[in-house]
């Protein structure tokens, strides 16, 4: 098993210097598939044997094929009933170890499997192993070579090809219209690096920024046990707040004090939620009227933010729990 290449973060400048693609930044976990004879394996980005967790994704790679090795590259997504990646919907498979289970999921909670790249490609020649593609050809070799495969039939759905363009707009038009996580940005001369993280391959994911209202805040441990672990926020929608999740990052040393210093001359014994949220840590609840700049990656099914980091106190009213939450 190969280690899987990794991305940058984004740098407009370097898209003037070479000639590059772009594909979709899929949300969900990404994964390497082996395939060897009639053996198909698939490894977490940690070199952890996932395999058994996702047999439909080994039943869609037919044996016999003229290939002796063959890696890929990609990313493991659930499917939502709109045909979109849901990345709750995939942790409900993620941590799953009985067979049984597994089985159940794999009805209630479909996955397919995203193939962006082909770091190896065996085949073998007169019983001489031959290296048609290995990770010293460049990426469009690669991809050439990938789409070969797909043409070829030698893959089966629920493993499919990931779609790349030349267009950066489209591209991140497309993205955002379906609520995707973003865009990748691959140059056409890149080599495959396995575990490097570098710059021939460079990610874009979108954020949304929201001004929230803090209800609350939950006890502080280690470092913050003086202070508060992360503020429990919400968004009104007339009279009534409905909770978002919680924010603890986005804090340095400064921002802590002062936000304590805050939240303590607020403390109430109401909680401001129309609908008491389970937090599942001591919480501390405040009177409503502090408004906070939170970025964050995009909304889960239940309506709270993923990955949110604390951007800073503003004097501007909140956001609407309706306009936010639909956009």
Same mark, same amino acid.
């Given at each position: 098993?190969?280690?899987?290449?990794?991305?940058?973060? =984004?740098?407009?400048?370097?898209?003037? /210097?070479?000639? =590059?693609? *772009?594909?979709?930044?899929?949300?969900?976990?990404?994964?390497?598939? /082996?395939?060897?004879?009639?053996?198909?394996?698939?490894?977490?980005?940690?070199?952890?044997?996932?395999?058994?967790? *996702?047999?439909?994704?080994?039943?869609?790679?037919?044996?016999?094929?003229?290939?002796?090795?063959?890696?890929?590259?990609?990313?493991?997504?659930?499917?939502?009933?709109?045909?979109?990646? !849901?990345?709750?919907?995939?942790?409900?498979?993620?941590? @799953?170890?009985?067979? !049984?289970?597994? @089985?159940?999921?794999?009805?209630?909670?479909?996955?397919?499997?995203?193939?962006? +790249?082909?770091?190896?490609? =065996? %085949?073998?020649?007169?019983?001489?192993?031959? $290296?048609?593609? #290995?990770?010293?050809?460049? =990426? &469009?070799?690669?991809?050439?070579?990938?789409?070969?495969?797909?043409?070829?039939?030698?893959?089966?759905?629920?493993?499919?090809?990931?779609?790349?363009?030349?267009?950066?707009?489209?591209?991140?038009?497309?993205?955002?219209?379906?609520?995707?996580?973003?865009?990748?940005?691959?140059?056409? +001369?890149?080599?495959? &690096?396995?575990?490097?993280?570098?710059?021939?391959?460079?990610?874009?994911?979108? $954020?949304?920024?929201?001004?929230?209202?803090?209800? #609350?805040?939950?006890?502080?441990?280690?470092?913050?046990?003086?202070?508060?672990?992360?503020?429990?926020?919400?968004?009104?929608? #007339?009279?009534?707040?409905?909770?978002?999740? !919680?924010?603890?990052?986005?804090?340095?040393?400064?921002?802590?004090? &002062?936000?304590? /210093?805050?939240?303590?001359?607020?403390?109430?014994?109401?909680?401001?939620?129309?609908?008491?949220?389970?937090?599942?840590?001591?919480? /501390?609840?405040?009177?409503?009227? &502090? $408004?906070?700049? %939170?970025?964050?990656?995009?909304?889960?099914?239940?309506?709270?933010?993923?990955?949110?980091?604390?951007? #800073?106190?503003? +004097?501007?009213? !909140?956001?609407?729990?309706?306009?936010?939450?639909?956009?």
């Amino acid at each position: 098993m190969i280690s899987p290449m990794l991305a940058t973060n =984004w740098r407009k400048s370097a898209l003037a /210097t070479s000639k =590059w693609s *772009y594909e979709i930044k899929y949300d969900g976990i990404r994964a390497m598939m /082996t395939i060897s004879g009639s053996k198909v394996e698939i490894f977490s980005r940690s070199g952890r044997n996932i395999t058994d967790k *996702y047999p439909e994704l080994v039943g869609s790679v037919p044996k016999g094929n003229e290939y002796n090795r063959i890696v890929l590259d990609g990313e493991i997504i659930a499917v939502d009933a709109f045909g979109m990646p !849901s990345f709750q919907g995939l942790q409900s498979r993620m941590n @799953l170890e009985s067979g !049984s289970k597994i @089985l159940e999921r794999v009805e209630s909670v479909p996955v397919e499997y995203v193939v962006f +790249d082909l770091p190896i490609l =065996w %085949v073998n020649n007169s019983k001489q192993l031959d $290296t048609q593609v #290995g990770p010293t050809n460049s =990426w &469009l070799e690669r991809r050439d070579s990938l789409d070969k495969l797909f043409k070829e039939g030698i893959f089966k759905f629920p493993t499919v090809q990931s779609v790349a363009s030349d267009d950066m707009d489209v591209m991140i038009q497309f993205a955002e219209d379906n609520n995707l996580e973003g865009i990748m940005a691959k140059r056409h +001369d890149s080599l495959y &690096l396995p575990g490097v993280r570098g710059p021939a391959w460079m990610k874009k994911p979108f $954020t949304r920024r929201i001004k929230a209202v803090v209800g #609350g805040f939950t006890e502080g441990t280690g470092k913050r046990s003086d202070k508060f672990g992360g503020l429990v926020l919400g968004l009104y929608n #007339g009279p009534q707040l409905y909770h978002i999740g !919680s924010v603890g990052t986005g804090f340095n040393d400064t921002t802590l004090g &002062l936000m304590s /210093t805050i939240l303590n001359g607020k403390t109430s014994d109401v909680c401001p939620f129309v609908v008491k949220p389970q937090i599942g840590k001591p919480t /501390t609840w405040i009177t409503p009227d &502090l $408004t906070v700049v %939170v970025e964050f990656r995009n909304w889960t099914d239940g309506l709270h933010m993923r990955m949110p980091s604390y951007k #800073g106190v503003t +004097d501007e009213p !909140s956001d609407n729990y309706l306009d936010a939450t639909k956009s």
